[in-house]
């Protein structure tokens, strides 16, 4: 429109004055953290002193107390090969993006328009008049935050985001430990190979010493197939330990990002070292676990929508203006005369929709529920998750010591029996009887090693592994 007199700019003033008196106004219920089951200390914890310095998780790369350099070096590779890991990157860089967006909503938006048009009034059988317009004008808009929504949009977004880096860090976390648990069990296999080479060994010349008897009279046909029988068994199982380390190196190569066709381990020396790891309190658990604090930011975000939603109940508000020209010559575009303006507010308010808005705010009030309830059980699942590993820790040192000294004696067995029968004494089938104990105990030794190992792994990532808050 053409002002006809001079624009009241201070009725303008006090318009937008008062619409920002009442912004700030916002609705919606403010954020607590839900309170959790309230656990003082870990119950299989009692009684059990860790001898690693309490800070030795949180300064630095937690694989590296297991003093293996590969697995070091593989375990850098995780950040940055496994598309997992960069799948949650992804995702987070999508949060914060979502962030600046929804915080951009909070200023206002300028808008540059401009126009030019021909047209001719009157029938061409008249000689219509043919005339220009040209416009070009600066506008602006902006929904003043009365109610808090986009307030809320913007803290909501924020908590999502702080959610999704907690889900990158829950994915690092169990990239590396599912990466360290592979790593430790194919080097425990190596060892399992090893060990099973040195007894197929062993047996090879038992079945020359049968041979040499049953050759000389001295012992049945039985003794031979028997010793065939027990070798052949050792043999087809280093055969599926083949076929286990292979499947384990496939994993391997997965989890930093590599077809496993252009990946290899060389088999290489186990180092069974089982590291200590520190234990904090329970409190200490809720601030080091991702999943935790993801689960927690998702309840903070659930808590902004029901703010949204309850916003619905009053009416938007809305600021606009433009200043502009508009002529029929170029020339004229710029003059005074050709000055335009505009300024306004709107409000729109829904007086019915059927009890749309009450829906959306108890369905808001549900989703909140839910991230709540969610929020504790995985606060609950994380307890189950700690303890039932320390149990683990303390059950298994007792049992490896138990395996070795089962081993030790077994192994004793084993040369005495086989003596004995060298020199008569025994049957055939006791020998065989004996170097089956004697096998499976060791086994069994390096499998109670190797658990304690895994075992490690799995508490370090129960008590939130070397991830921090705000990192």
């Not at 995985?378 to 070795?404: G, N, S």
Request: neutral net charge.
């Amino acid at each position: 429109m053409r002002p006809s007199s001079a624009p009241s700019l201070f009725s303008a003033a006090a318009l937008t004055l008062l619409v920002l008196s009442v912004t700030g106004c916002a609705v919606g219920p403010a954020y607590q953290r839900p309170a959790t089951t309230d656990v003082s200390t870990f119950k299989e914890a009692a009684g059990w002193v860790p001898a690693a310095p309490a800070d030795a998780l949180e300064r630095g790369p937690w694989w590296s107390l297991f003093g293996d350099p590969v697995l070091d070096q593989l375990a850098s590779r995780v950040e940055v090969s496994n598309q997992n890991v960069a799948a949650a990157v992804a995702a987070y860089a999508q949060a914060r993006a979502l962030v600046r967006e929804q915080r951009a909503s909070l200023f206002p938006s300028v808008t540059l328009d401009g126009g030019a048009s021909r047209s001719r009034s009157g029938g061409a059988s008249t000689g219509g008049r043919i005339g220009n317009n040209y416009q070009l004008s600066i506008g602006g808009s902006w929904e003043p935050d009365v109610w808090g929504r986009l307030g809320h949009a913007v803290d909501s977004a924020t908590a999502g985001a702080q959610a999704s880096a907690a889900d990158l860090a829950s994915a690092r976390l169990s990239a590396q430990g599912e990466l360290a648990a592979n790593y430790l069990s194919l080097r425990q296999t190596d060892a399992q190979k090893a060990l099973l080479e040195s007894t197929i060994a062993g047996y090879q010349r038992t079945l020359e010493i049968t041979q040499n008897r049953y050759a000389a009279g001295i012992a049945a046909k039985t003794d031979v197939l028997q010793a065939q029988t027990q070798l052949a068994n050792a043999q087809a199982d280093e055969a599926g330990l083949v076929r286990q380390r292979a499947q384990l190196e496939h994993a391997i190569a997965v989890l930093t990002g590599e077809a496993p066709g252009n990946f290899s381990l060389a088999p290489a020396a186990w180092n069974p070292v089982v590291p200590e790891v520190p234990v904090g309190l329970p409190s200490t658990l809720l601030q080091r676990r991702p999943d935790i604090a993801a689960a927690e930011r998702r309840v903070a975000a659930a808590n902004e929508q029901i703010g949204i939603a309850k916003s619905a109940y009053y009416p938007s508000l809305a600021l606009s203006a433009s200043y502009g020209f508009g002529a029929s010559r170029v020339a004229d575009l710029f003059s005074a005369s050709s000055s335009v303006w505009s300024i306004g507010l709107s409000a729109v308010q829904v007086l019915f929709n059927a009890g749309a808005t009450g829906a959306r705010v108890e369905g808001s009030e549900a989703a909140h529920a839910q991230a709540v309830a969610r929020y504790r059980q995985t606060v609950l699942a994380a307890f189950q998750a700690a303890e039932d590993q320390l149990a683990a820790t303390r059950v298994l040192l007792t049992q490896q010591d138990l395996r070795r000294q089962a081993s030790l004696a077994a192994d004793q067995v084993e040369q005495q029996v086989l003596n004995r029968y060298r020199s008569g004494q025994v049957s055939y089938t006791e020998v065989i009887t004996a170097q089956a104990t004697a096998l499976s105990a060791r086994r069994a030794l390096v499998q109670a090693m190797a658990d304690r190992q895994t075992t490690a792994v799995a508490l370090i990532q129960s008590l939130g592994g070397g991830w921090q808050p705000g990192k």
